[in-house]
Nanobody, 125 residues
Framework: VQLQASGGGLVRAGASLRLSCAASGRTFSSYTMGWFRQAPGKEREFVAA????????YYADAVKGRFTISRDNAKNTIYLQMNSLKPEDTAVYYC???????????????????WGQGTQVTVSS
């Protein structure tokens, strides 16, 4: 699976952005998909994940209620709708595909086998 993230940009605090991640490969619909982010000088952290069916979603506490992950298996694409953005959301955002098995695995980078190249999101105060 090859992943291509897009949609990042420079916005002011309180604004919204929608990230997209387009995937190649016929097995896309079988993967759990996730979004991670990495701010300068920090480790890559979990943001959100969505199961292959789209029926279950998971969020980091820092984004819960503001971000929404979704997927369109017909288009081989996942999305991250980001509302009420804050300066602390500034990071490079990466999409990933994998097969996390347990609830505790969804936020673990090691459970994702494929990664996109990242898209920069910058939120000014």
């Amino acid at each position: 699976v090859q992943l291509q993230a897009s949609g990042g940009g420079l916005v002011r605090a309180g604004a919204s952005l929608r990230l997209s991640c387009a995937a190649s490969g016929r097995t896309f619909s079988s993967y759990t998909m996730g979004w991670f982010r990495q701010a300068p000088g920090k480790e890559r952290e979990f943001v959100a994940a969505i199961t292959w069916s789209g029926l279950s979603t998971y969020y980091a506490d820092a984004v819960k209620g503001r971000f929404t992950i979704s997927r369109d298996n017909a288009k081989n694409t996942i999305y991250l709708q980001m509302n009420s953005l804050k300066p602390e959301d500034t990071a490079v955002y990466y999409c990933a595909a994998g097969y996390p098995k347990y609830y505790s695995d969804y936020g673990s980078r090691g459970m994702y086998n494929y990664w996109g190249q990242g898209t920069q999101v910058t939120v000014s105060s």
